[in-house]
Each structure stands twice: as C-alpha cells, then as structure tokens.
Nanobody, 119 residues
Framework: QVQLVESGGGLVQAGGSLRLSCRAS????????TGWYRQTPGKQRELVANMPRARPINYADSVRGRFTMSRDMDNKKNTIYLDMSRLQPEDTAVYYCYALNFARDREYWGQGTQVTVSS
C-alpha cells in the first residue's frame, strides 16, 4: 500500500510563496503519474498540476506561470513538490497530492494540507 504524506501548507499573505512537499512510501518513478489537486468547501476537487511519466507537466490555467511542480531529482527522497508563488486568496484550499500506479488501476491520495492566502 502506497502512502503519500504532504507537508508545507500554512497561512501566507497575498503575493507570497509556499512550497508543498509530498513524500511517497515507494519510488515515485514507478508511478504512471503524480500530481496535485486542491479542494475548497462545497466544490469538487480540481487539478492543479499533473506529471505523467515521461511526459510534460500539465498545469491548470489558473496556476500556470505561478506554480511549478517538480520531483526529487535523485529520487532518494521519493518526494514531489509544488512551488507556489504570487499566491492569491482564490488559491486558498486544501491541497492533495496523488499518484497513479503503473498499471493505472489504482489511485493514491495524501491526507491534504491546508493553504490559506490572506488578502
């Protein structure tokens, strides 16, 4: 069973930056895809960024140019990151990392981390 643990959320003023981390219990290179989603109360979870294996990263229009997804380059930490800059109040949400297994028949989700942007 793969476990994903997020960290790095918090309270930041508009225009500020935060880095979210998501550590996986197994090698992230084995996943078909990893990514970040976010959710606000009463709304569906929405895609923020998605990193398919060996393909370019996809970003939601609302975050493109402000958010950058990356992964631990030497793969020893089994960690993916979401660097968020020029944060706005509308970015306030619970952020979840996710992974899709190689067979593409199982998804894994972290517990979520709260990001709050004050105006």
């Amino acid at each position: 069973q793969v476990q994903l643990v997020e960290s790095g959320g918090g309270l930041v003023q508009a225009g500020g930056s935060l880095r979210l981390s998501c550590r996986a219990s197994s090698g992230i290179l084995t996943f078909a895809a990893t990514g970040w989603y976010r959710q606000t109360p009463g709304k569906q979870r929405e895609l923020v960024a998605n990193m398919p294996r060996a393909r370019p990263i996809n970003y939601a229009d609302s975050v493109r140019g402000r958010f950058t997804m990356s992964r631990d380059m030497d793969n020893k930490k089994n960690t993916i990151y979401l660097d968020m800059s020029r944060l706005q109040p509308e970015d306030t949400a619970v952020y979840y990392c996710y992974a899709l297994n190689f067979a593409r028949d199982r998804e894994y989700w972290g517990q979520g981390t709260q990001v709050t942007v004050s105006s």
